[in-house]
C-alpha cells in the first residue's frame, strides 16, 4: 500500500493558507512575499493588508477611497511615515480620539487649546537640544498633538481648595524642551504637565539614573529634612508615557473624573463608597495633592468631595436638615480619632446646615492630613425633619480610603539603608496625625470655584 503523501504549507489550496496568513503581523506576512511566488500573489491580498491599515493606523475604506491606493500600498504610505511607532501609534491615536471627543461635548475651550501635532525633525531638533532621546510612545503621541497651548484649565486635569488652586497644562515639545533638567537631583528629566499657580510639574526620566527607571513619571517632592538640596522625593504616576496618558483618558472619558465649571477635576470615585439610608445617598470621591504633601517629614494631604442627594422619589414631607457631622478616622497604625461638630464646614461661614427636598443635590469638598501612608475615614451626618424637629435620624457616610501613591525616596537619603520605607512608619508613629478638625479644615463653597461667583486667590480666569 502506497504511503500517504506528506501534507506540505506550500501545497495548501488558497482559501486556508489566507486564513494562516490572517493571523501575520506584517513583517512576518512580508516574509512570506519571499518565499515562493505564489505566496508573493497571496500575500498581497488587499483584505490582509485592510485587516493591518485597520489594526495599525486606524484607517477605513473611505480614507484608501481618498488615497487612490491599494490597501498594501496606503499601509506602506503610512509605515515610511511612522513606521518606528507602528506598537503605539493605534492606542494613542484611538485615546485622543476618545479625549476629543469627549471635550467636544463637555469642555469644547479646552479641546480649542490643542495643538497641532508635532513632524519628525521638530522632535529630532528636540532630541539634539537636550541631549537625550525621547521614548518612542511620548514622540508619537506629540505626533498626534504637540500638547496644548499654555491656557486655564490644563487638559491634565484641575484641582480646587478655597485658598489653593492646581489647572495642570500639557505642554508642547517646544516648552517642554526649555525645563528639562540638568541640575543634580533631576538629571535628564522632561516636564510633562505645568501649573501656572503653584509651579506644580509632572516629570518623565529620559534615562536611568539617580534612582529612576527610564519613562517614570514623577512629581519631585524636596526631601525638607535633607541638608543636600539634591535630595528630592518622587511620588509616582507612571511606569511610561503611553500608560500615564491612556490611564488618565480612560478616567475621563468614563466619568471617574468630575466635570466641574467647564474643567476635568481629578477626584477618583470608589464606586463601592456609596451608602444610602432611607430616601438619601452618600457618596464620596477623594484626590491626593503631591504640591501639599512631602515623603520627608511624612506629610500627606488628600481632598475629598462628598455628595448628598434626596431620592426625587421621596416624600415631601421626608424633607429634612443636616445639623451635625460625626467623624470617625483611621491611619495605618491603627490610631483612632473621633471629631464632632455642627453641620459641614462651608468657606464663608463656620457651617452650613443644607436643607433636603426631594429630588435636592449638595455637594461640598474639604481636606484632611495625615502623616502615614493610608488613612479611612467613616462617619454620619445627623438631620432633623423640616415637618416635625423632634425627629432626628443618622445618615451613613460611607467608608472612604485615602492611600498615598507609590513612591520613590531620594538617593541621598537611601544609600546605606536597607528599609526607608520603615524609618517613615516608624517615624509616623511618633507623631500626631494633624487632620483638619476630623477632616474639614478646609470646606469648599463650590460656587467659589473657577469659574464660578467666588473665585479662588490668584486665579486669572483670562491667563
Not at 528639562?180 to 535628564?188: D, L, N, P, V
Not at 488618565?248 to 472619558?253: G, L
Not at 501612608?373 to 435620624?393: D, I, P, Q
Not at 498615598?404 to 538617593?411: V, Y
Amino acid at each position: 500500500m502506497a504511503a500517504a503523501s506528506e501534507l506540505q504549507l506550500h501545497t495548501l489550496p488558497s482559501d486556508p493558507l489566507l486564513l494562516v496568513f490572517s493571523f501575520l503581523d506584517f513583517d512576518d506576512l512580508l516574509s512570506c512575499s519571499y518565499v515562493s511566488r505564489r505566496f508573493n500573489e497571496l500575500s498581497g491580498q488587499n483584505a490582509l493588508w485592510k485587516n493591518l491599515c485597520v489594526r495599525h493606523w486606524l484607517l477605513s475604506e473611505s480614507d484608501r477611497a481618498a488615497s487612490g491606493v491599494s490597501w498594501k500600498a496606503l499601509f506602506k504610505q503610512y509605515y515610511v511615515d511612522l513606521g518606528r511607532y507602528i506598537h503605539h501609534y493605534a492606542t494613542l491615536k484611538t485615546a485622543w480620539e476618545q479625549l476629543k471627543s469627549f471635550l467636544q461635548h463637555t469642555c469644547p475651550r479646552m479641546l480649542a487649546s490643542l495643538k497641532e501635532g508635532a513632524i519628525e525633525e521638530e522632535l529630532d531638533a528636540i532630541e539634539e537640544q537636550i541631549g537625550c532621546k525621547l521614548p518612542n510612545d511620548y514622540r508619537c503621541s506629540y505626533r498626534i498633538h504637540n500638547g496644548q497651548k499654555l491656557v486655564v484649565p490644563g487638559l491634565m486635569g484641575s484641582m480646587a481648595l478655597s485658598n489653593h488652586y492646581r489647572s495642570e497644562d500639557l505642554l508642547d515639545v517646544e516648552t517642554a524642551a526649555g525645563g528639562f533638567q540638568t541640575r543634580k537631583g533631576m538629571r535628564h528629566c522632561l516636564p510633562l504637565t505645568f501649573c501656572f499657580h503653584t509651579g506644580l510639574s509632572q516629570y518623565m526620566a529620559l534615562e536611568s539614573t539617580e534612582g529612576r527607571a527610564v519613562s517614570d513619571i514623577f512629581y519631585h517632592c524636596p526631601d525638607q529634612m535633607a541638608q543636600d538640596p539634591s535630595a528630592i522625593d518622587m511620588f509616582i504616576t507612571g511606569c511610561s508615557f503611553s500608560e500615564w496618558f491612556t490611564t488618565y483618558v480612560n478616567n475621563v472619558v468614563t466619568g471617574e473624573y468630575p466635570i466641574i465649571r467647564d474643567q476635568i477635576f481629578r477626584y477618583v470615585h470608589d464606586k463601592r463608597c456609596i451608602q444610602r439610608t432611607d430616601d438619601i445617598t452618600v457618596s464620596v470621591s477623594t484626590s491626593f495633592l503631591p504640591e501639599l504633601s512631602s515623603v520627608h517629614p511624612p506629610h500627606f494631604f488628600f481632598t475629598y468631595r462628598i455628595r448628598i442627594e434626596m431620592s426625587s422619589s421621596a416624600l415631601p414631607e421626608a424633607a429634612c436638615q443636616l445639623d451635625s457631622r460625626y467623624w470617625r478616622i483611621t491611619n495605618a497604625n491603627g490610631k483612632v480619632e473621633e471629631v464632632r461638630g455642627p453641620g459641614v464646614v462651608g468657606e464663608y461661614t463656620a457651617s452650613e446646615f443644607p436643607v433636603m427636598t426631594p429630588g435636592k443635590v449638595h455637594e461640598y469638598s474639604s481636606c484632611t492630613t495625615f502623616s502615614t501612608t493610608s488613612e479611612y475615614m467613616e462617619g454620619h451626618y445627623t438631620f432633623h425633619r423640616l415637618a416635625n424637629k423632634e425627629e432626628v435620624f443618622h445618615v451613613a457616610i460611607p467608608r472612604f480610603h485615602m492611600v498615598c501613591p507609590p513612591f520613590r525616596e531620594s538617593l541621598v537619603r537611601t544609600q546605606g539603608s536597607a528599609n526607608d520605607v520603615s524609618q517613615i512608619n516608624a517615624a509616623a508613629d511618633d507623631s500626631d496625625d494633624s487632620g483638619d478638625e476630623g477632616g474639614e479644615l478646609r470646606g469648599i463653597n463650590m460656587d467659589a470655584m473657577p469659574g464660578g461667583g467666588g473665585g479662588c486667590p490668584g486665579f486669572n480666569p483670562d491667563l
